[in-house]
């Protein structure tokens, strides 16, 4: 079956400091491959998505992934975290359907 | 602006009762979703629709259900038969199969169902 998984429930890091976040899907097949950001009480927004070509995808807010086809991974990173980085983080994947399955979250909590 | 619209955003309801959570989109998207968040859980899908006047059912259907009689609108009736329907409501859309952007779904800000 296909799956997404999230290793990190939750990640405390403090501002200033460089942030990865962990994606892993189950299926073989290449998929499309999303980040989501959810402030609390509020919907998903988009960060980044990658459908093909250069595995090095560059999102919204100083965000970036990349597609590892031999990992099977899809990790978000970013240099520099700001306080206002704290949110949850959804990982999801597609496959030639509207559907997307989505990880269980990564909440990233900033220290000052 | 384009975007999408959930009302109520805090709900609640005894129970038995049935409610209806609205999703208005003006997007002009064919494809259109529900999904329920619970803490650590992540999203679990209810029930998708990739055109007007049809739907099916996603991982989670039992207890729920939906029309779509218009594109841009997309209403999720929660049943009394829904055993634990306290969570988060998310709404969302897409530009539909075959279209640029297919699996790019855009959120609605949620509605919170609490049954006392």
């Known amino acids: 079956a296909q799956s997404v998984t999230q290793p990190d429930i939750h990640i405390t890091v403090s501002e200033g400091a460089s942030l990865e976040l962990r994606c892993n899907y189950s299926?073989?097949?290449?998929?499309?491959l999303f980040w989501y950001v959810q402030s609390p009480g509020q919907g998903l927004q988009l960060l980044l998505k990658?459908?093909?070509?250069?595995?090095l995808v560059q999102g919204i807010k100083g965000f970036e992934a990349e597609f590892k086809r031999s990992q099977s991974s899809f990790n978000l990173r970013k240099p520099s975290v700001h306080w206002s980085d704290a949110a949850e983080y959804f990982c999801?994947?597609?496959?030639?359907?509207?559907?997307?399955?989505f990880g269980t979250g990564t909440r990233l909590q900033v220290f000052p | 602006d384009g975007g999408i619209t959930q009302s109520p955003k805090y709900l609640f309801r005894k129970e038995g009762q049935n409610v209806t959570l609205s999703c208005e989109q003006n997007l002009n998207h064919d494809a259109m979703y529900w999904y329920r968040q619970d803490p650590g859980q992540g999203l679990r899908l209810i029930y998708y629709?990739?055109?007007?006047?049809?739907?099916q059912k996603g991982d989670i259907a039992e207890g729920y259900s939906v029309s779509r009689e218009k594109k841009e609108s997309f209403p999720l009736t929660v049943t009394s038969a829904q055993k634990n329907p306290t969570a988060f409501y998310l709404c969302?859309?897409?530009?539909?199969?075959?279209?640029?952007?297919?699996?790019?779904?855009?959120f609605g800000a949620g509605s919170r169902l609490t049954v006392l």
């Open positions: 990658y459908f093909s070509g250069d595995t």
């Open positions: 629709s990739q055109i007007v006047n049809d739907f």
């Open positions: 969302a859309s897409s530009p539909g199969q075959g279209a640029l952007g297919a699996n790019v779904l855009t």
């Open positions: 299926y073989g097949a290449t998929p499309y």
């Open positions: 999801a994947v597609g496959y030639n359907t509207d559907k997307l399955i």
